[in-house]
């Protein structure tokens, strides 16, 4: 890779910068804060690469034309927050049931319906657990920093062509909106996992080619189904976590994205004071890197979940420790901005329990 | 004695019976885009886009690329198909549920941006695959499951008319309605389809094709009873004819 110098940039154009050095071609979306910048951005950038870019009617019609183009095998994305993330569920659950890859990108605002246009962690049931109908599962990568935003993106297009299968980057308002230094660099020529080989581009003179998410005939569907799960089963190892002064530490605080952040400068401080507390930040929520809390649990580490939600990812780290350990939660409720003050006192109460 | 072959299904029509009912319009709408893909000599560039309802099993009948949209989505997933690989040709083929009911705001939108796509529109006011059901296209006085006195306008509203709304679309290049209950129509009907493919293959635009079709099943008729239907009852409610044509305006 070949690395140039800082940029300062706000988290939504290092996403728009992070798509297109990833070899995003087609872009799809319609406005919705806080992500507008995004498709501002690229409604003049997709030119520059030849690429296209679709103001759709709606999210519902930008994930489908997500589809159609990922269907073409080209490098796609959409982008939206969080009411039109929903809107898109349906085309989301299309594309893992087709196998088709495609980035969707959710800058994370506050719920449940209009909620407002601040930061939000709520939406990480709906990016885990599919979000749409079916069994299915996305990969969801989750930013926290303006860099990570840019180097996320990257990663997640070429693990939706590894996998042939949505990949989901849940940034949130704060990694959005906020502006910092940004290396940009440029990957490897993109490698699309033999796209060529099951993609619909014509026949010409090959058997051709169809892409479907409907079985009826008996047993296709439970067989499809299989399919996916040991699909998702081999996504496992993809699972990562920024782990950070665990080592000796008596509570292992979890959390996520931006929240993930500005815990850490909490945990920074209360290290400076002699507190044992560390942090682990997944990076990736599915898979989640339930391996690193079990290792860590194992050791006897007491954990606390914090989240700008009313408490979702702390399922996933109580099923990470089961058997062995729990987690405590504190949340930080969406519609208020959280400073690393905000989390001293429950970080010291839980230590001190 | 020899035999003399004098009829025969273009290459591109896989041999295998359908799953339509007797009197069903399906596979003639499908053998005349076979045919017209066919003499156009677009068979391997094509991409077809299927939809939900009876027709979405077009791909068992049609040896082309094919992708499955969602209910009423196939605009937009022909959008961005063709967005991806411009230089090929992608058609959707819909039913009347799927493009003016759940699809609306797909098909207005593909046709108003002036996508290079082609639709074939199956209106049967009827939707089929379910069963039945009052469709947007269902005529006043029509009976269906979901309204089995007929439809009733104060209640449910008039039949929805597409073919005057997508051609009154800046975007659109050519949108005719056409039948297929009598050999005459059925001819027009392919030229038709070929008109609204040129446009796309020459860059024109968006071409639109509506088929007043036959729903024997659903209208509980049989299958000459379903086509004098069309006649009697469709065409005077749904005229037929040329809505938009780019490259005839301003000619008359």
């Not at chain 1, 409604?43 to 997500?66: D, H, I, P, R, Y």
């Not at chain 1, 594309?95 to 959710?106: C, H, K, Q, R, T």
């Not at chain 1, 089963?233 to 931006?258: H, I, P, T």
């Amino acid at each position: 890779m070949s690395k140039t110098k800082r940029i300062f940039i706000k988290g939504n154009e290092a996403i728009s910068r992070g798509a297109l050095a990833a070899g995003c071609t087609c872009y799809f979306g319609y406005p919705i804060t806080p992500q507008n910048d995004i498709p501002e951005f690229l409604s003049t950038k997709m030119a520059t690469v030849n690429g296209e870019f679709v103001q759709a009617e709606s999210e519902v019609a930008a994930a489908n034309m997500l589809l159609g183009a990922a269907a073409g095998g080209v490098r796609a994305m959409t982008t939206s927050s969080s009411p039109g993330v929903s809107l898109m569920q349906e085309a989301i659950s299309y594309m893992a049931g087709s196998e088709l890859p495609g980035v969707i990108v959710n800058v994370n605002r506050g719920g449940p319906g209009l909620g407002d246009i601040g930061s939000s962690q709520g939406d990480y049931f709906q990016s885990t657990r599919g979000g749409g109908h079916g069994d299915y599962r996305t990969l969801v990568l989750a930013p926290g920093t303006c860099q990570e935003a840019y180097d996320m993106m990257i990663e997640a297009f070429d693990l939706a062509f590894k996998y042939r299968n949505p990949v989901l980057v849940l940034a949130d308002a704060i990694v959005g909106q906020m502006k910092e230094p940004v290396t940009p660099w440029e990957p490897k020529a993109a490698d699309n996992h033999g796209a060529e080989d099951w993609c619909i581009d014509g026949a010409q003179g090959r058997e051709k080619r169809l892409l479907k998410s409907l079985f009826l005939e008996d047993g296709a569907l439970a067989g499809q189904n299989r399919n996916l799960q040991s699909k998702y089963e081999a996504m496992q190892a993809e699972a990562r976590a920024d782990v950070f002064e665990c080592d000796d530490a008596d509570l292992v605080v979890v959390a996520f994205g931006s929240i993930g952040r500005i815990v850490k400068s909490t945990v920074r401080r209360l290290r400076s004071e002699g507190k044992k507390v560390g942090l682990v930040r997944p990076l990736t929520l599915y898979p989640f890197p339930s391996e690193v809390l079990r290792d860590l649990a194992k050791q006897g580490k007491r954990f606390l979940t914090i989240e700008q939600n009313c408490g979702q990812m702390v399922d996933d780290v109580r099923l990470s420790v089961r058997g062995i350990a729990d987690s405590e939660f504190h949340g930080h409720m969406p519609g208020d901005l959280p400073g690393s003050d905000d989390f001293i006192a429950p970080i010291i109460k839980h230590l001190e329990d | 004695m020899s035999e003399k072959l004098v009829f025969d299904a273009p290459e591109i029509m896989i041999d295998r019976p359908t799953h339509y009912c007797p009197g069903c319009h399906h596979g003639v709408a499908h053998r005349l885009v076979g045919e017209v893909l066919t003499e156009m000599g677009l068979v391997d560039d094509t991409l077809c886009v299927g939809s939900i309802g009876c027709s979405v099993f077009i791909y068992n009948y049609l040896d082309v690329d094919a992708v499955e949209a969602p209910h009423g989505r196939a605009p937009a997933v022909a959008t961005g198909l063709k967005r991806a690989h411009k230089d090929k040709f992608v058609f959707t083929y819909q039913g009347d549920g799927d493009l003016a009911s759940i699809g609306l705001a797909e098909i207005v939108h593909a046709a108003n941006r002036g996508e290079k796509i082609s639709v074939v529109f199956v209106n049967n006011t009827v939707y089929g695959m379910t069963g039945g059901q009052m469709a947007p296209t269902t005529l006043v006085g029509q009976k269906s499951t979901t309204c089995p006195d007929g439809r009733c306008a104060d209640e449910h509203g008039q039949a929805i008319r597409m073919s005057e709304i997508i051609g009154g679309l800046g975007g659109t290049a050519y949108c005719e309605r056409v039948s297929l209950d009598s050999v005459k129509n059925i001819r027009r009907a392919k030229k038709a389809l070929r008109k609204a493919f040129e446009m796309q293959i020459n860059g024109t635009g968006f071409g639109f094709v509506e088929m007043l079709s036959a729903c024997p099943t659903n209208w509980k008729m049989d299958p000459v009873s379903a086509n004098t239907r069309i006649t009697e009852e469709m065409i005077p409610y749904f005229p037929l004819g040329v809505f938009k044509d780019v490259t005839k305006d301003g000619e008359e």
